[in-house]
DNA sequence: CAGTGGTCTAGACCACCGA
DNA sequence: CGGTGGTCTAGACCACTGG
């Protein structure tokens, strides 16, 4: 059992809220607001717009009010774009060091996506799926730092995710080029590898994209 | 001017002795020696201790004592090839839109380079144009956010960094290399690019790696 | 002016370590 | 048991916004 104290859990809670869209962009959050809603003092309840700032998810009108970060189309093509760079060198490495245990890994996972798509689907808990997927060859090839930093960069991208996975309903797509991922990787066909990280951690762009200047527009800078 | 409370300017002091080494890896700092030493009570001192923490400058034993954390050679050589990957991927893109006030602004800063380690050598102000130097590339290419991404993943590697520096002596071989790829960026040569771009910035590894199992193995893990 | 954030003090209580 | 960190409360004062 994790050890977490009270004011962890909430801001874990209040996160979770600001990933899920259950706060919405652009929303005013207060300090007064989170401390009577918890009951607890100021003390704990800056620590986590402290936290929650410094990774990107609440901005501030200085003197005037918190609110929640607005997504900004910009870093979350960047993050993509680093996310896609590093992942691509860091999958070439994975290929020529898998181990046949890493392929059950990966293909263990796909097939509990699977079973979650086809059973009760959960967007939250498919994004962890996702992310456990991919963070396999961070782990073999000794990246877990990176991953770190890749998965710090990404609050931004995070709640893009959501909105691609309940707004454009996605799920199957995705399983279907993780599965063709390791097909790749079982053949360790580099050249498709690299097409194919790129558009399968680019497709998220080309699937909202029409939506962000309409109907999502108001959650954008 | 910019605007800083106390609080801040005493953490931006102690994360410049950390990254100095005039504390020492390894050495143990108390909140205690922190808040008497500027006067401030435990509050901001818990503030200072957050924020060292969460970019790994400080680790802790839980309810003993908070010490400068170790370097660690596996997160160093990670940073390393994190950088590197990006830092190749985005100068590919910069070779192809850069501007001449780009080259022009490269030369400048390389001018001063040479200024600095002809006249009177300051390892901090010459880390700071170091800086400056490589984030003319993501400036350019719109990657600016990876650049601070990047950043922060870095203060492992920056101690690392000047202790290459001073312990080393290295600024005339730094400086050459920046010369050299200034060249290269102008031939629009790819290759040499990459290459150097990847010697470049593991080359401090190679100076150092003879000293880190000898003189200065305790500041390892 | 009230409301909010920004910063800080003073002090409390608990958990754990090591002498 | 004393020292340290880990967490929290209560409350203070200031800076700034906006009605």
């Given amino acids: 059992m994790t050890k977490k104290t009270n ?14 869209l259950e706060y919405k962009p652009g929303q005013i959050i207060t300090e007064c607001e989170i401390s009577n809603k918890y009951n607890i003092s100021r003390t704990p309840c800056r620590d ?7 990774i990107g998810l609440i901005d501030s009108i200085p003197f005037k009010s918190n609110f929640i970060s607005l997504l900004d189309f910009d ?9 896609t760079t590093l992942e691509k ?10 181990t046949p245990k890493d392929l059950i890994d990966l293909e263990y996972n796909l ?25 396999i060859w961070f782990n073999t090839t000794n990246n877990l730092f990176i991953w ?11 709640r893009f995710r959501m909105l691609d996975i309940v707004e454009v309903q996605n799920f199957e797509a995705i399983v ?9 990787i079982k053949n360790k066909d580099l050249v498709n590898i690299e097409n194919h990280i790129t558009s399968h951690l680019n497709s998220g762009i080309k699937r909202l994209q029409a939506k962000i200047s309409s109907e999502l527009s108001l959650y954008f800078k």
Same sequence: chains 1, 2.
């Fill in 111 to 135: 097939q509990l996506q699977n079973l979650l798509i086809k059973d009760q689907f959960n967007p939250e808990e498919f994004y962890k799926l996702d992310c456990e997927f991919h963070k």
């Fill in 75 to 83: 870093i979350i093509k960047q993050s993509i774009f680093m996310r």
């Fill in 48 to 54: 986590i717009f402290q936290k929650l700032k410094s």
């Fill in 7 to 20: 004011t962890e859990l909430i801001a874990k809670e209040i996160e979770e809220k600001i990933l899920n």
């Fill in 89 to 98: 060198e860091v999958i070439k490495n994975f290929v020529q060091i898998a």
């Fill in 176 to 184: 279907e080029d993780h599965k063709l991922l390791i097909s790749f």
């Fill in 148 to 158: 770190e930093q890749i998965d710090k960069a990404q609050a931004q991208y995070k």
